[in-house]
């Protein structure tokens, strides 16, 4: 990829990830990729916001060679210091030995315990500004968007927010940087839903008080660290992340998410009836084989909606350990207060549903239902469901 202007003396410098299996070591991004965005500003002092990960720290570098002279770049902004922005630090040191780094306080912290950078560190607070020539830098402290010393850079008089993680989606950049050059922005949309519950998702109180601060600023352009910059429409990426961010406290999807694990497959017969029941009753259910779909995608149709459905055997005196997985996770992502029920086979043995019980009351969910049958389900078990379903249905529908 080249460098792309996105407005006067201001580029875009960044790489795709299509190479990693995970991002964090966690989540899928294969299929879509990812991009890692920076940002270079050539004024007076020259500027780059962001940086690359370690992985793609040279054809990262050879990119930023096409816009400045290393040896001339006076600013470094480390907004976060994750090390899929910060990862390349050591080899621009080598290049550029002089840079001074900005952040916060915190970001120093990590600075020095991460690269042994406890030189050249200039701690910027919130709302402070740098001249840097023609353009002002003004530093907005946003912490845990998404670790506790993320800060967003905004360059005052083209009014162009760069905030790093926050307002970033995955995706890898389909050739275009635009939201006004991109053909499937729904699906750039789906995929930055993914990466605020996946990786923003436990901070979203956090997120949300980001956006309280940011969007009173005049907002031109929104360009992120992952994904595409908004420049045509920036508030429909902010709109999207308040949204999201309104899920944990505020009405979610009528609509249920149904996880499900199975040994051989007497818990599936449960569940598909289960799918049935809930949408005869007019609710859409999205149906997740937790063997077959990755807990990242699960996570994102739990953040979304009011109803969760668990359809899990015990096995070996535990709940079933994939879903055991997936719940835990949920937990980590504080998926709280949702209108729930468990189903499940057992034989000798029937914890998972003391054990759903016990995390149902963890994550406030009310559990309408906590049904364990033996082996295979029976007519008397599969009669229950009608009247299970129109009772949870209402539930969904009624909760606030
Ligand atoms: Fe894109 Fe939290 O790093």
Redesign the pocket.
């Known amino acids: 990829m080249q460098p792309r202007k996105i407005a006067d003396d201001i580029y875009w410098v960044g790489v795709n990830d299509r190479e990693s299996e995970l991002f964090e070591g966690l989540w899928p991004i294969k299929e879509y990729g990812v991009s890692i965005n920076s940002y270079v500003l050539l004024d007076e002092k020259n500027v780059i916001i962001d940086l690359s990960s370690e992985l793609m720290s040279d054809r990262y570098i050879e990119m930023l060679k096409q816009i400045v002279d290393l040896k001339k770049v006076d600013y470094v902004v480390l907004n976060?210091m994750?090390p899929?922005?910060t990862g390349a630090v050591l080899d621009l040191l080598r290049i550029a030995p002089d840079v001074i780094f900005l952040g916060t306080a915190k970001a120093r912290d990590i600075a020095a315990n991460f690269y042994d950078i406890r030189e050249n560190f200039q701690v910027v607070e919130d709302g402070e500004e740098l001249k840097i020539g023609k353009r002002t830098l003004r530093f907005y402290s946003i912490p845990f968007v998404?670790?506790p010393e993320t800060m967003a850079t905004y360059v005052v008089e083209d009014q162009i927010l760069m905030p790093?993680?926050a307002f970033?989606g995955f995706g890898a950049l389909p050739g275009v940087n635009f939201d006004d050059q991109c053909e499937d922005l729904s699906f750039m949309e789906n995929e930055a839903a993914r990466y605020f519950i996946n990786?923003v998702g436990t901070h979203s109180a956090n997120a949300k008080k980001a956006i309280e601060k940011l969007t009173p600023v005049p907002l031109k352009i929104v360009a992120p660290?992952?994904g595409l910059v908004w420049r045509e429409n920036p508030g429909r990426i902010v709109e999207l992340y308040r949204k999201l961010s309104s899920y944990p406290d505020g009405k979610r999807e009528k609509a249920v998410t149904l996880i499900y694990g199975s040994m051989y497959g007497n818990t599936r017969i449960f569940a598909e009836s289960v799918m049935q029941a809930v949408a005869d009753q007019g609710l859409p259910v999205e149906v997740f084989d937790v063997n077959n779909n990755h807990a990242s995608y699960i996570l994102t149709s739990l953040w979304h909606n009011e109803g969760v459905i668990i359809c899990a055997p015990t096995y070996e005196g535990s709940l079933f350990p994939t879903v055991t997985h997936v719940l835990n996770l949920a937990k980590i992502k504080k998926i709280q207060s949702r209108t729930a029920a468990y189903f499940g086979s057992y034989a000798w043995g029937s914890v998972a549903k003391k054990q759903v019980e016990t995390y149902a009351a963890e994550q406030k969910w009310n559990l309408l239902e906590n049904y364990q049958f033996y082996g295979r389900p029976k007519a008397a078990d599969l009669d229950l469901l009608p009247a299970f379903a129109k009772k949870f249905a209402d539930a969904v529908r009624a909760a606030e």
């Open positions: 976060h994750e899929d922005h998404h670790w790093c993680d970033g990786i660290s992952h």
